[in-house]
């Protein structure tokens, strides 16, 4: 019933023939759309009809195999055009969720179908704007397509290194596919930002800067003979026969001449831009700083009140600071110049160069080693994730932020990462590489993506950054409470400033968006009040001038966590029990933060019962 859509696609995306993406590319999806069906058999069609748009998707989750197996070989449609069509197929199939009866349905089904609803509709209202990039259901949304840390000329080298896998002559076919596909990508992607250009919308010069380095940086990476687009291929294919050298070395002269073409684009934005880093002074901004922000966080706070209560937890954070700081012999001045002092202390410094590289990685895997000993002791059933720590590629190392991670495929095939920045080995201490370990493995993202890859499809598909920026929160505060600083108190200093860190972020986006900040006044409110390093806070605070409202979902989804934990204790007395507790919110996925209520109130219910 799909093989003429299946073929007609792949055609088009291949570059066969004078018929647009745009006109093709919702056949298979209409295909699957059967009247009738269980609601079991509507939320996996609804997971299908978005990877349908979004291939390096399915390839992530490690679910491009058997039928789907087409879809390995496609990349998606960044035009204008093919973002309408996404936006098309989620209000049809929101319109099909919202016609189910989710009353009969068990727990766990109507929590997928509340999910859809709220993933869906906050993704339509971004759409509706008139520029930007809208992650449906994922963490990075942007008013900006491509910029210092936007953009599939820095996401797809990455991809196609790391997540595209070439394990036979199939595999190794598709990544030549996606590879003669990556120019039509730039493509779309600079006529949108030409567009948003004509309606006034431009990025602040400072941000403009870093892209166009970053842009050169991966125009000469594209020119090599042994770039990453190339080596992304032959380093995993010498055993596959083949001259896959040669032909993926054919298809990088017109991905480079397609970054020439976003690099002039980024230029003239340059010649005509301001410093101005808030979404304040955009064509309406304002509207598009309230989107971001309940996209981020998934409620309806204001821009004043997530302002008051960074400012509020940011007090309560430090005064526990103090006290430790001055057990420390650290008694003069305020926090924030005392962590400054700490933190030149060279007892917590790496070595600088290759060797202190070693050294980091050395360190992050003793501390693995440790947490995932404790793991017993904080959950009811544990996992054993697939992982693995990388350097951060090197375009992306001057714009990127000190470390991120995220959850391996669904399949198990490709392993959850942490995506660690080494730029200089000066961005990161002794005392506070533990939290950041945490946060982005165990007990962090990595170990709650292995939960949430037992859910159905779409459920795998969908996240929301208040619930795993907010649950990476809540897994620093686990390791706390398991005893990783006991034998290091300045390793749980470094636990707090990460914590105060997030709570400043409350402070600066909000700042920076709505109160008219300039950027030095975001840099300097983490210098000195919370005593974070000048240089890696000047990339973080560009980062949330490029996506507006993101940081904000950190702290607000760890506050709400530790407010269910309270209710819970309160509402349970002695039989409240943590490892439950923890076990029913990783059990019941990535969430809004109103639905993680719910499952709490479920858990509630249970433990009564």
């Not at 003239?268 to 101005?276: E, F, L, P, Y």
């Amino acid at each position: 019933m799909t093989s003429h859509c299946d073929f007609t696609r792949r055609q088009a995306l291949a570059g066969l023939g004078g018929v647009s993406v745009a006109a093709l590319s919702g056949c298979a999806t209409t295909a699957l759309r059967t009247p009738g069906i269980s609601p079991e058999l509507l939320l996996e069609e609804i997971a299908w009809n978005l990877l349908e748009h979004k291939p390096g998707r399915a390839t992530s989750l490690g679910v491009d195999t058997g039928t789907r197996a087409r879809l390995r070989g496609l990349l998606e449609d960044t035009s204008a055009e093919g973002q309408a069509e996404i936006a098309a197929t989620l209000r049809s199939d929101l319109a099909r969720a919202r016609a189910v009866d989710t009353a009969p349905l068990d727990a766990a089904s109507r929590t997928s179908f509340e999910v859809v609803e709220s993933a869906y509709s906050t993704a339509l209202d971004g759409f509706a704007l008139p520029y930007g990039d809208v992650a449906v259901g994922s963490w990075r949304n942007s008013p900006y397509v491509v910029l210092q840390n936007v953009g599939a000329y820095l996401d797809l080298p990455r991809f196609m290194s790391a997540q595209h896998p070439v394990r036979d002559r199939d595999d190794a076919e598709a990544y030549l596919s996606r590879l003669e596909q990556i120019p039509r990508v730039f493509e779309g992607e600079l006529g949108r930002i030409r567009a948003a250009r004509s309606i006034g919308l431009v990025p602040p010069g400072f941000l403009l800067d870093k892209a166009i380095g970053a842009m050169e940086r991966s125009i000469a990476d594209a020119r090599s003979a042994e770039g990453t687009y190339v080596t992304g291929l032959t380093r995993r294919s010498e055993a596959i026969p083949g001259n896959w050298g040669a032909r993926a070395r054919a298809l990088t002269p017109a991905i480079a001449e397609a970054l020439d073409r976003l690099l002039v684009e980024l230029k003239t934005q340059r010649s005509v831009a301001d410093m101005d880093p808030g979404m304040w002074s955009q064509p309406r901004g304002d509207e598009w700083y309230a989107w971001g922000l309940r996209a981020a966080t998934t409620t309806r706070l204001t821009p004043d009140e997530i302002h008051s209560i960074g400012l509020r937890e940011l007090d309560e954070i430090h005064a526990r600071m103090d006290t430790l700081l001055q057990q420390a012999g650290y008694a003069q001045g305020s926090v924030g110049d005392r962590m400054k002092a700490l933190a030149e202390d060279p007892r917590y410094k790496f070595s600088q160069g290759d060797a202190g590289r070693a050294e980091i990685m050395a360190f992050i895997e003793q501390r693995l080693a440790w947490i995932k000993a404790q793991m017993p002791r904080a959950f009811a059933h544990v996992v054993d994730p697939n992982m693995e720590v990388r350097r951060l590629p090197l375009a992306e190392e001057p714009g990127g932020p000190g470390a991120y991670g995220g959850a391996g495929s669904k399949d198990g095939t490709i392993p959850g990462r942490m995506w660690i920045n080494l730029r200089t080995t000066d961005l990161h201490r002794k005392y506070d590489l533990p939290t950041l370990t945490h946060h982005e493995m165990v007990p962090g993202h990595i170990w709650q993506g292995e939960y949430s890859n037992r859910l159905p499809l779409i459920r795998s598909i969908l996240s929301f950054s208040a619930f795993s920026e907010g649950w990476a929160l809540y897994a620093e505060q686990l390791a706390d409470e398991l005893g990783a600083y006991d034998e290091n108190p300045q390793w749980r200093l470094g636990y707090l400033q990460s914590q105060a860190f997030r709570a400043c972020r409350l402070v600066v986006d909000t700042g920076l968006h709505h109160k008219r900040w300039s950027r030095q006044q975001g840099v300097d409110f983490f210098v000195n009040r919370n005593g974070d390093n000048a240089d890696s806070i000047a990339s973080e605070v560009d980062r949330y001038c490029s996506w507006p409202g993101q940081a904000c979902g950190y702290k607000i989804g760890h506050t709400e966590m530790n407010r269910q934990r309270t209710r819970a204790k309160a509402e349970l007395g002695a039989r409240f029990d943590l490892r439950a507790f923890n076990q029913a919110v990783v059990d019941g996925g990535n969430v809004p933060l109103d639905v993680m209520a719910r499952t709490v109130s479920r858990y509630v219910a249970g433990a009564r019962s």
